[in-house]
T-cell receptor, first 111, second 114 residues
């Protein structure tokens, strides 16, 4: 019940295209859903986050869509750039304060 | 305002030695979390601490691993009698008490057991 399932495992997108990464969860006690970006050799960095009372949140080229009834949320990267090439992790936070992470999506944006 | 500071960045230990990983949280952050990341894998929760208290250690192996966050000084993750399978990147994160505030991660300590 603590799992967060993330797909796809890897993704290749052309420059200027839209990158879409999906996550699903089971635990209805989760109430905070952040996305993290990680470059090789670095720690994860918070990208954008959403709470379940909102269906969409946009920050620049990054948008989270949240479907509470389906227990799914997704990250959309518009106008993807080579500099966006990284590993992306979704996460969810429950009553115990700790974050449970998805398994990650390795994104490669081709020039 | 310095971020989460972890040291050392790289640590090499022989099998059977002890590894001590340090983490200084961001100023104003009272919650510390340790995660382990194996190559090409996700982040696995190990332990959650507040000052002088272990709140949740459900992800930490019962033997050889311990963690502390003393009243003064950094949080320490200690691995005794290391084995090859302990080789991984260990990340520390901190957050303020506000539960809707994301974690800030350090750059990690990459432990190699030879």
């Amino acid at each position: 019940q603590q799992q967060v399932k993330q797909s796809p495992q890897s993704l290749i997108v052309q420059k200027g295209g839209i990158s879409i990464i999906n996550c699903a969860y089971e635990n209805t006690a989760f109430d905070y859903f952040p996305w993290y970006q990680q470059f090789p050799g670095k720690g994860p960095a918070l990208l954008i986050a959403i709470r379940p009372d909102v269906s969409e949140k946009k920050e620049g080229r990054f948008t989270i869509s949240f479907n509470k009834s389906a227990k799914q949320f997704s990250l959309h990267i518009m106008d993807s750039q080579p500099g966006d090439s990284a590993t992306y992790f979704c996460a969810a936070r429950g009553s115990g304060d700790k974050l449970t992470f998805g398994t990650g999506t390795r994104l490669a944006v081709r020039p | 305002n310095a971020g989460v500071m972890q040291n050392p960045r790289h640590l090499v230990r022989r099998r059977g030695q002890e590894a001590r990983l340090r983490c200084s949280p961001m100023k104003g952050h009272s919650h510390v979390y340790w995660y382990r990341q194996l190559p090409e894998e996700g982040l696995k929760f190990m332990v959650y601490l507040q000052k002088e208290n272990i709140i949740d250690e459900s992800g930490m192996p019962k033997e050889r691993f311990s963690a502390e966050f003393p009243k003064e000084g950094p949080s320490i993750l200690r691995i005794q009698q290391v084995v090859r399978g302990d080789s991984a990147a260990y990340f520390c994160a901190s957050s303020p008490p506000d539960r809707f505030y994301g974690y800030t991660f350090g750059s990690g300590t990459r432990l190699t057991v030879v």
